[in-house]
């Protein structure tokens, strides 16, 4: 499975960005998730979702703000994410595993190369 990931840019606090993950294989067979990474930081979760779209988890500093969603259709995932602060600023990655609901980065097998989020204040 190859994952991209696209939708970054530049955006004012309390604005919104909407980001998107492709898949070139079958994303159906994966709980999918959302990490992030800033500058002089370790890579953190961020949100992750069943394989069927059931089911979905949230970091505690996103819950609320961001809406995780997938489309096995079209073998893609989303990140929706509202009321951005500047400390969400960090390029994002989206991961695909066999574990269920996953929050931690070793848990995932394939990612895509990330998306810069720059949030400004």
């Known amino acids: 499975v190859q994952l991209q990931a696209s939708g970054g840019g530049l955006v004012q606090a309390g604005g919104s960005l909407r980001l998107s993950c492709a898949a070139s294989g079958r994303l159906s067979s994966y709980d999918m998730g959302w990490f992030r990474q800033a500058p002089g930081k370790e890579r953190e979760f961020v949100a992750a979702i069943s394989w069927s779209g059931s089911r979905t988890a949230y970091a505690d500093s996103v819950k609320g703000r961001f809406i995780i969603s997938r489309d096995n259709a079209k073998n893609t995932v989303a990140l929706q994410m509202n009321s951005l602060k500047p400390e969400d600023t960090a390029v994002y990655y989206c991961?695909?595993?066999?574990?269920?609901?996953?929050?931690?980065?070793?848990?995932?097998?394939?990612w895509g190369q990330g998306t810069l989020v720059t949030v400004s204040s």
């Open positions: 991961a695909a595993s066999n574990y269920v609901l996953a929050r931690i980065s070793e848990s995932y097998e394939y």
